[in-house]
């Protein structure tokens, strides 16, 4: 076997002639043009818009190479991982092939091209966003796709990152490249799609492999199976042309693999080779059911693993840059391991995004992440024509194998909102049957044929959100069936109190936007531009009517900041306050509710969003809430219809016994009276223990309560404003702040004399506290861990009452 590896430097150059520079693959080009000088950053202040011509070019990247030879009975296959997007490849003036599926990984037999000595490849990409607007044009009809601030138009018509061609969190940024693999493959044989399905049979499992296996000539090669110390050996005939390898090994008594604050990610290694070809998996054993069921609300929904019901807790994944090129291993980890943790054991690949690598899902694998897979199709009708919907079938068919041979792998689901899409445009309304036999001819008739056949031991989602297959309800609005997206409170304006009036079974999607942290601000924004509704800051903001909706937001529940730090402070305050009603009311009422993942976990650039971790990678205070609200044991209040009520929930897998307690107390810190009540509670429950008439208005706007729920071993904490927070009496407080230890590891005692709420520890790009956002009563002291990545220094220190 050889190999000869393409990545590196490679000519760069519009077809027009006019640019000419260099590429670094894997890379985009945007990038390069970025490095060499030729356009302005596009995340820097408005710069996006005077980078929109790059994508109304062809390009052409280039390279030579050399090869000694192909040997006999070898296959010689110029091999390119991801093409964006539609592209052509040359070699030596000879065109081996095309791709216009960057979900597609592009093998090309390049035999008849290739020549000993020097050898010239040339990848000639074209305009996505030119190519998307003639297969529109010459479509029969209309399909209309969601637009955005800046868009390019017709992106559902091509198979490429959607929001490439912007969203309502994203610039419009349609680059095109090579990612991850580039490199000329010389071989007898090669194996694509290694996989397995597991079966449990009592205490033992049967794993079986398969792969397609394209052999250069007739052979016999020696294939070897291992896996948890069972081996398979044979000799395998191969004829030329292309062979399906299928085997069963039997496994005794693995160790179970469990999600995220269940129990162990026991892993085992999968070694698979035939000849001179190595390929290697990971498996975990674990069974997973998608669990609907009617019942007297409606259709339940929830996951079951290894026979243990588990409320889902998570977040939406984006793609983790908008230039491809700025995707890295190191950005995936930092955000995976964070959401685990703040106890995620779920994350949604949103459809609008991309198939992550194979790293992804190997972290997911690792952390115990359930992965809620979409296939990429979000937002919009599509076309469905025979070439789109054979393009599309080649696709799933690739990535369906690779993808549910992950532990982590919990459910395919067809589309984010597709179902939706169907009802929001003018052409739709007006002839819904057309519109509805494509939707279904791409989601059932090839999306959800494929998943059903190559993943049967999968569940079938046919789209989030979804009461079901074949159920087209609205589940915006209808709380009862299957998975939910509740946007009022953000689109339509209303209260977070709006929360309390729905109980979703499955809620894949709710959110709140703030702006990000102020360290994030400055990298994209001049110090003249520190203005929430200045130009900069205007553009950075995607949702058309964001700002107004957080000004509007912030005017509701709290007193006007003072400064333009304060302002972006209280933004993200009330994310957090947003999101934490929702999931502290829905896990208090479980099992009718049994899944949160709130919208979403991360940016692709400098933007306001409703992501809890920053383009930076920083937490904002929604991420640190997270760690409380979706902690296993939690306490909570809510108040509704003139009741407080007080919850505990367990999503142990043990039952718990403990005592809970409810202290009101006023704004200097003193008890105005309490509630005891000791509590068992079963493992994986909630028990709402304790209510009462809400107190007059007067009471209610001069107090607080405190919640403390203890155990033999734990305690965990919470705070409830009795009224609006703007409305109450809070105390200027005397806040102390005590730094011990040296280097870039020091721990923060802090103490107040009166109670402070959302208190916020503002340190420099790259710091992180193990805390933040927290409420210290009076006379209370806190530790926080500090940790810098350069030269430390003091953090600075604010909270709500000094906001205003």
Known sequence: MNKINLEGTWSLKSTDGQISTTIELPGDIYTA???AEIIPHPYKDRNELDTQWVHQLDWVLERDFELSGVPEGHLPNFHGEVIDTAARIVINGVEIGSSDNMFIPVWLDASEALQSGNNRIQIYIDSAEKTAVKRAEIHPYTVPATPAPVQSPSRNFLRK???????????????GGVYQTVELDISPLRMEGLSYELKQQGDSWNVTVSATVHAAAEMEALLRISLAGAVLEESVPLDEGIYFLERTLKVDKPELWWPNG???????????????RTHSLRVGFR????????????????FRVNGRDIFAKGANWIPTDALPSGQDEKKINHLLESAAKVHMNMIRVWGGGQYETEHFYNRCDELGLLVWQDFMFACSLYPADPAFLASVDREVRVQIPRLKSHACLALFCGNNEDVGALTWYEESRKDRDRYLVDYDRLNEGIIGKAVKELAPGHRWWPSSPSGGEGDYSDCWH????????YWSVWHEGKPFENYYDILPRFCSEFGFQSFPTYNMVKEYADEDMHNVTSPVMMHHQKNLKGNEIIIATLSRYFRFPTSFQDFLYLSQVQQSWAIQTAVEYWRSNRPTCMGALY????????????????????????????????????????????KLTAAVVNDKALKINGTARLIFRNFEGKELRRVEQNLSLEAGSARQFYTEDLEDETIRQNSYLELIFETGDHTVRNTLFLDVP????LKEADVQMKIEGDGQERTIELSADKPVFFVELRGNTGDFFSDNGFHLGAGETKVIRHSVKGEYAPPELTHLRNSY
């Open 599 to 642: 919208w979403q976990l991360n940016d692709n650039w400098p933007v306001a969003s409703w992501a809890s971790i920053d383009y930076s990678g920083a937490w904002k205070l929604l991420h640190y809430g997270a760690a409380r609200f979706f902690s296993p044991l939690m306490i909570a209040g809510w108040k509704k219809d003139g």
């Open 478 to 485: 209808d709380d009862s069936r299957g998975d939910m997206h």
């Open 161 to 175: 990152v959607q929001c490439h061609g912007g969203w309502d969190w994203g610039p419009c940024i349609m680059t």
């Open 287 to 302: 069974t997973i059911e998608v669990v609907n069921e009617e019942d007297e609300t409606g259709l339940t929904m929830f």
């Open 726 to 729: 703007r409305m109450c009496s």
């Open 262 to 276: 269940e129990g162990d990610q026991k892993l085992y290694d999968l070694q698979v080779d035939l000849g001179e």
């Open 33 to 35: 043009l970025i490095a």
